[in-house]
Each structure stands twice: as structure tokens, then as C-alpha cells.
């Protein structure tokens, strides 16, 4: 049997166990397992699997338990996700369980959101704590959490203030309405202030109906046509063209990420936000940096910016910033703070006591001293590993990134790759126009779990020459 067989062999499922329990006794207890697991992250009982295995996720047996889930999403869901073959059941550190047993580490974090893993004990007392102490309250009174972590995110950033919305989306939303805002309070004999946007190639802002207008991919937006209008898309990187656009001065904002996540894994270069930034300043329009998945230490910055030397008027955060809860923030410089009033923006839910709370034992997490440094560390060291051990297989043509946001560009489509690497045990993502395969680790991540990632995804390069020959 070799190894891919191995990890395959479940035995099957006994009774259905207890589930991991948040009482602060239990909060170590490692997670419910079912059967026999061959676990992946232990190399000496089994190893990568070894070139030529299997791939494709259908080879993969489901248990009756799992096939029930899977055929009840296909009855009761609203069918917008493709996924992968496999029922979470749960996780612990950088590795998950499927409700048969098997053990995956975690190369995705639930699409960059869980930075410091899974089950953290510090993260799920904090919760277990706030939420028999206040779950949620609304807007209309004052909450302690919600004003510290206001606090605790200007002090450490360039913003004056914050706005606490869900998702990564509705914090773009809610950037899209302050920016309009600002321009209509910086223009007030103006009958038509300046309300347009300029956004880049292989952006990704979001599925709501502002976010989406600035999201590049056009098939995320015309289904739904007619979008928010008065939004130019120019080439990632493209400085001359971009100033063009700005000099009309029709833009109320710029929005971009320094580091594009779902286009592909692209870092923009200094020059480029220098430049934006002096042509937004001249302009009078406002620079708005994405960091919903390249912000809270996924780069080895706190702020992907800082890399660069550039500062924003605006940030939106979202995915790490309470390792799951959900959870979107604008910061703002007072300048914007100042145009926005009573009643112009809001949401029940954001910024709610228990959200709050767990966001600050992130933040402890992500500012100990040292810790950014590692992320820095873990990633090069990542980069180098994968060149070293990916390198000569002709589909293989660029391994890039900063920190521990990757990817590996391919000349084919990855999802083959990522079958594979599935059903090996290790859980990648994909990104660009599909030929990227993107890796965005929990943070906490160890060296020899990015070593057996690297392995694994080296031993299921050849599932590529099913498609590509
Ligand atoms: C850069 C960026 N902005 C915005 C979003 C949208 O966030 P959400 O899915 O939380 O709405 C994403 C999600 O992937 C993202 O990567």
C-alpha cells in the first residue's frame, strides 16, 4: 500500500463521539476521532504520497454521514459554491478533521481568516467568556469591546477612527459610501461631486452590489448588470494609466490591495502606491488600501503597507481580524471621520461585544513581539523550499508572494493539483484565472508542516500531466 493508499484507508465509522467542548477544562482536549487516521502530518507513519498518485477528490470514499451531508447541501442549499468532497468536522492548530476521521493540515485557513489556527485555547476561553456575558446589544447603546478594539486598531495603524461592519465586503461598502461622502462634503457647491472609482486588473472587492462593481472579474458582475456605475479598471501596476483616470477628477477613490489574493497572488511594487498616492493627493481623491486578506500580519507586516512606505485615507480589514467570527472594519483618516454623520451608515450586528472581544485576543496573538518576524521567517523560508523542490517540473512557472501569502503559477489549470493535494491530506486553495494554486496557512503555522506542504504538494505535481497531456 503506499502512502496516498494509506491515508485513504479509514476504517469505518464508529458512534458518533462527543463534540470538542468549549468548557475552559476541555479547551486542549484534542478533537473527536473516528476510526483509523493515518495522519498526514506525521511523516514517519505517512509519508507524502509518492509521484503518480491518485488524484481527483471523487476517489476519495465518503462514509454514509458524510454522503447524507453531501446530498442534503445538493437538496436544501442555494447552489453557489463548488466544493470540495470533503464534511469538516473539526480542527485543531493547522489541521482539520473530516467527519470521517481523516486529518488535512491547513494550507487555506478558511480562505486566510484563521491565523492563529484552530482551537486556539486563549481565542475559544475569550469567546466562551464574553458569550455567557454579553453577546450582542445592537449600536444604540456603548459596548466596551467594540470602543477597545476602535483603540487598540488606531493606535495601531494611520486611522483616526474605525467603523466595525461583518465581512470583508461590507466593509468595501461601506469605504465606497464614505468615500461619495467625503467628496460631496469636500465639494459643497457642487451639484455633482466627484462619485467614480477606479479599481485594477485581477482585483477582488467583494459580491455586494458597490464591492462587486469594483471587482475586475467580469463574470462576478454582469449576471447582475446594471452594478454600481462610474468604475474604470486599469492594468495592476500600470501607474501612467492609472494617473490618467485620476487626473480626470471625476474619482471619488482608488481602491486597491497591495497584495491582490484571489487575482493571483500580485504584490504591487513600491512605485506604484508612491504614485497612486501623489496623483490621489493632487487630485483630491482618496486612496483606499484593501487589506480584507493581505492585512493582520498575513505579509510579515501588521499592514501589508507598511512594506511600502505608503499610507492610505482608508483600510478595510476583514478575514483574520477574529480568526473566523465574522467581522469587517474601516479605518479612516479624521478627514474622512468628519464628513460622516448620524445616520448615515450602520449595521445591527457590527461590531458586537462577543466579535470584539475575540478580535482583541487575535490582536494579542498577532503583536507579540516576534511573532511577525517568524511570519516573515516561515515565508521566505517557504518560497525557497518550494523552488528548491518544485523546480524542473515544466508546469511550474512562477513561485511568489510575501510572508505567508503564496502562490504557484501554472501553465494549466490547478485544480487537478489541488484534488490531489486533497486527497493526500493537505488543503490548497486556487486564485488567479485558475492556474494558481494559493496558500495562506494559518500564521502559526511550524517550519515542518510548511516542509511536509511543500513535499506533498512536490508529490502531486504529475496529477497535472492528467489534463495538460
Ligand atoms: C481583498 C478582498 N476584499 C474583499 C473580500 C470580500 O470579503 P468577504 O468574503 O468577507 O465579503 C475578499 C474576499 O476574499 C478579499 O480577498
Redesign the pocket.
Known amino acids: 500500500m503506499n502512502s496516498l493508499q494509506s491515508f485513504l484507508a479509514v476504517a469505518p465509522v464508529a458512534a458518533k463521539p462527543a463534540r470538542p467542548s468549549v468548557g475552559a477544562s476541555r479547551l486542549v482536549a484534542p478533537p473527536p476521532r473516528r476510526g483509523r487516521v493515518v495522519a498526514c502530518l506525521a511523516p514517519a507513519a505517512a509519508p507524502p504520497p509518492t509521484a503518480g498518485a491518485a488524484s481527483g477528490a471523487a476517489r476519495r470514499e465518503l462514509s454514509a454521514a458524510s454522503m447524507a451531508v453531501v446530498e442534503d447541501e445538493a437538496r436544501y442549499l442555494v447552489g453557489t459554491y463548488k466544493r470540495s468532497r470533503v464534511v469538516l468536522d473539526a480542527g485543531r492548530g493547522c489541521k482539520l478533521y473530516d467527519l470521517d476521521g481523516r486529518e488535512y493540515l491547513d494550507m487555506a485557513a478558511g480562505?486566510a481568516v484563521t491565523a492563529i489556527g484552530h482551537g486556539d485555547p486563549d481565542l475559544t476561553a475569550t469567546i466562551a467568556r464574553q458569550a455567557s456575558t454579553l453577546i450582542h446589544s445592537s449600536n444604540v447603546q456603548y459596548t466596551r469591546p467594540q470602543v477597545a478594539l476602535a483603540k487598540r486598531l488606531v493606535e495601531a495603524s494611520f486611522a483616526d477612527r474605525a467603523f466595525f461592519a461583518n465581512?470583508?465586503?461590507?466593509a468595501?461598502e461601506a469605504a465606497i459610501k464614505f468615500s461619495r461622502k467625503f467628496q460631496r462634503a469636500a465639494h459643497p457647491d457642487n451639484d455633482a461631486p466627484p462619485a467614480e472609482f477606479l479599481a485594477f486588473d485581477n482585483c477582488?472587492?467583494?459580491?455586494t452590489m458597490g464591492?462587486v462593481a469594483l471587482t475586475s472579474k467580469s463574470q462576478y458582475r454582469e449576471p447582475f448588470a446594471p452594478v454600481m456605475p462610474g468604475v474604470t479598471f486599469v492594468e495592476y501596476g500600470n501607474l501612467q494609466e492609472a494617473k490618467k483616470v485620476i487626473q480626470t477628477g471625476k474619482l471619488a477613490a482608488v481602491f486597491v490591495?497591495p497584495v491582490q489574493?484571489?487575482g493571483g497572488i500580485h504584490s504591487a511594487t513600491q512605485e506604484f502606491l508612491q504614485g497612486l498616492r501623489e496623483a490621489c493627493d493632487e487630485a483630491g481623491t482618496l486612496l483606499v488600501f484593501?487589506e480584507?486578506?493581505c492585512g493582520l500580519g498575513r505579509t510579515g507586516y501588521l499592514w501589508a503597507h507598511e512594506a511600502y512606505g505608503v499610507e492610505p485615507d482608508i483600510m478595510?480589514l476583514?478575514?483574520p481580524l477574529a480568526n473566523g467570527l465574522p467581522i469587517?472594519v474601516v479605518l479612516v483618516k479624521e478627514k474622512v471621520a468628519a464628513a460622516i454623520n448620524y445616520g448615515d451608515h450602520g449595521t445591527t450586528f457590527g461590531g458586537g461585544p462577543l466579535v470584539c472581544q475575540a478580535a482583541l485576543t487575535v490582536l494579542d496573538k498577532i503583536q507579540k513581539p516576534g511573532f511577525l518576524a517568524e511570519v516573515s521567517k516561515k515565508g521566505e523560508n517557504f518560497k525557497q523550499l518550494l523552488r528548491t523542490k518544485l523546480s524542473g517540473n515544466p508546469h511550474v512557472k512562477e513561485i511568489r508572494g510575501v510572508g505567508l501569502i503564496v502562490g504557484i503559477e501554472l501553465d494549466v489549470p490547478a485544480g487537478p493539483l489541488v484534488d490531489a493535494c486533497l486527497d493526500a491530506g493537505v488543503i490548497v486553495l486556487t486564485a488567479g484565472k485558475g492556474n494558481v494554486v494559493r496558500l495562506v496557512p494559518p500564521l502559526i503555522i511550524s517550519e515542518k508542516e510548511l516542509e511536509l506542504a511543500a513535499d506533498v504538494i512536490r508529490d502531486c505535481l504529475p496529477a497535472l500531466d492528467d489534463t495538460s497531456s
Open positions: 480562505i465581512t470583508g465586503t461590507e468595501n477582488f472587492h467583494g459580491r464591492s490591495e489574493g484571489e484593501d480584507v486578506q478595510t476583514a478575514k469587517g
